[in-house]
């Protein structure tokens, strides 16, 4: 665990001199790499390095990002209110994603020729019975009697 410790801390140190001589990261990561193997026995990838590198270049040279002044408007007009964006910038136009459309349902309609095609899946299903299954003529008679209720309507 010290080992790793000293390796982390000694990458860090490395990277933080050579951005202080003006070495560009990806030459950092190169070198870095190399050294880091034969002083720590440590295979590192020159890109993960050059990455780390990147990476504290960007925040020492940054540093903390200052926010823009808020401008104070004196008498605000209608018209500057209403072109006032709160977050301080607006949507460029044909910007994001486009906004979903609801489907619009279609009222199902049904026809007469459905019913012939409601038989004839129902007797394709029948047909399925099996002549030697001992409920077939039960299950038979229990369809007739459906057909017969639904004749006297």
């Not at 030697?132 to 006297?152: A, C, F, T, Y």
Request: charged share 35%; proline share 7%.
């Amino acid at each position: 665990m010290a080992n790793r410790e000293a390796c982390e801390l000694y990458i860090e140190q490395e990277i933080k001199e050579g951005l202080a001589e003006g070495k560009k990261p990806h030459s950092i990561g190169k070198d870095l790499s190399a050294w880091v193997g034969k002083m720590f026995e440590v295979n590192i990838s020159p890109r993960t390095l050059e990455t780390r590198a990147r990476r504290i270049k960007k925040v020492t040279s940054n540093g903390v990002k200052k926010s823009k002044p808020t401008e104070i408007i004196e008498n605000p007009t209608p018209e500057i209110i209403k072109n006032r964006h709160p977050q301080g910038g607006g949507a460029r136009e044909g910007a994001g994603r486009p906004p979903v459309i609801p489907p619009v349902e279609k009222e199902y309609v049904r026809t007469d020729t459905e019913a012939m095609q409601m038989v004839t899946i129902a007797i394709l299903q029948l047909e399925r019975i099996r002549i030697e299954d001992p409920k077939r003529i039960e299950g038979l008679n229990k369809v007739k009697s459906w057909i017969e209720d639904q004749l006297k309507l």
